[in-house]
Nanobody, 121 residues
Framework: QVQLVESGGGLVQTGGSLGLSCKAS????????RAWYRQAPGKQRELVAR???????NYSDSVEGRFTIGRDNAKQTIYLQMNSLKPEDTGVYYC???????????????WGQGTQVTVSS
């Protein structure tokens, strides 16, 4: 079963930068969408950035202009470059993908285990 593994979280001061990466342990078949979500303490998980095949990336209003999502299909990896970080960006960041384990498998969603990002004021 394919898994998503995130890396790159940590602690940073306001105004700083962090980069996240998410690598799939195998090839996800028929994958159209990769995304980053985040969940702050006491809040629901929210979409941060999304990239779909053949389309421009989408960003939440709160991160537009500061975050950049990228995708390397050959490496089965997506990235999130976060600049000008704010304390409200603090949360657990989750990697998301849709697709299937094989051409014979049912379509499903994949989630990473999450990586903590903390922005100190």
């Amino acid at each position: 079963q394919v898994q998503l593994v995130e890396s790159g979280g940590g602690l940073v001061q306001t105004g700083g930068s962090l980069g996240l990466s998410c690598k799939a342990s195998g090839h996800i078949v028929s994958s159209d969408t990769r995304a980053w979500y985040r969940q702050a303490p006491g809040k629901q998980r929210e979409l941060v950035a999304r990239i779909r095949s053949g389309r421009y990336p989408n960003y939440s209003d709160s991160v537009e202009g500061r975050f950049t999502i990228g995708r390397d299909n050959a490496k089965q990896t997506i990235y999130l470059q976060m600049n000008s970080l704010k304390p409200e960006d603090t949360g657990v960041y989750y990697c998301y993908a849709n697709g299937a384990d094989s051409m014979w498998s049912a379509l499903r969603t994949y989630w990473g285990q999450g990586t903590q990002v903390t922005v100190s004021s």
